[in-house]
């Protein structure tokens, strides 16, 4: 018993070292992380990058809040979760080019069918 807590605990203070394990940094850290990657699937211009990037910096802080006031409520923080995402799909599209738009649109559907395999355990 002792020994499983002391790996326990080892385990999740490494964790916490990384920048919390899963999720990955601070908020900040996750919008460039994700500007980064539309911008790469996107060629974002240098003005859609700048706006891309606030727009994920300002989701990224309400998640984090909404996660910590959530409270154990799993099911109502993945509604609100689900309503941000969306509405900050709906200010990115706002950013791009028709062009843009339809690639954008592509690359949801692809992340979303990608969520939906890990789910299943298919992408383990």
């Known amino acids: 018993m002792m020994i499983c807590a002391l790996l326990f605990s080892v385990i999740t203070y490494a964790n916490a070292q990384q920048g919390g394990g899963r999720m990955g940094g601070t908020p900040e850290e996750r919008a460039k992380r994700n500007t980064d990657q539309l911008a790469e699937k996107l060629k974002l211009t240098e003005d859609q990058k700048t706006k891309v990037l606030a727009i994920y910096t300002a989701q990224n802080a309400e998640m984090t809040k909404a996660r910590e006031g959530a409270g154990g409520d799993m099911s109502g923080m993945r509604e ?45």
Do not use: H, P, S
């Open 80 to 124: 609100k979760m689900t309503k941000m995402m969306g509405e900050t799909n709906t200010k990115i599209e706002a950013v791009l080019t028709d062009e843009q738009k339809t690639t954008f649109k592509a690359y949801l559907e692809e992340r979303k069918k990608a969520m939906e395999a890990r789910q299943n355990g298919g992408g383990q």
